[in-house]
């Protein structure tokens, strides 16, 4: 079964940054696409950005310009620099493949509060 973990996250004021980071068992992450999703409370969760096995990137319109998902494929790591943070952006933030690579199991995810 593949584990998930995910770190990175923080009390941080708006407009400031984070960068998580998404450990992978085996090789899960460099052999498949992979995303980013987020959970704020009370809320369902939902995908933030994807990256494909080749690089291709995918945000969803209220992070476009500000989150950039990356890949180390060497390190099986999944990365989400978060630049321009807003209120907004509170939630707890788990990685996981994406579409049919997705995992049942999810990690523990990693809790970002954006607050002044």
């Known amino acids: 079964q593949v584990q998930l973990v995910e770190s990175g996250g923080g009390v941080v004021q708006p407009g400031g940054s984070l960068r998580l980071s998404c450990a992978a068992s085996?090789?899960?992450?460099?052999?498949?696409?992979m995303a980013w999703y987020r959970q704020a409370p009370g809320k369902q969760r939902d995908l933030v950005a994807s990256?494909?096995?080749?690089?291709?990137?995918y945000y969803v319109d209220s992070v476009k310009g500000r989150f950039t998902i990356s890949r180390d494929n060497a390190k099986n790591m999944v990365y989400l620099q978060m630049n321009s943070l807003k209120a907004e952006d509170t939630a707890v933030y788990y990685c996981?493949?994406?579409?049919?690579?997705?995992?049942?199991?999810w990690g523990q995810g990693t809790q970002v509060t954006v607050s002044s």
């Open positions: 990256i494909s096995s080749t690089g291709n990137t």
């Open positions: 085996g090789s899960f992450a460099s052999n498949n696409a």
């Open positions: 996981n493949g994406f579409l049919s690579s997705r995992q049942g199991k």
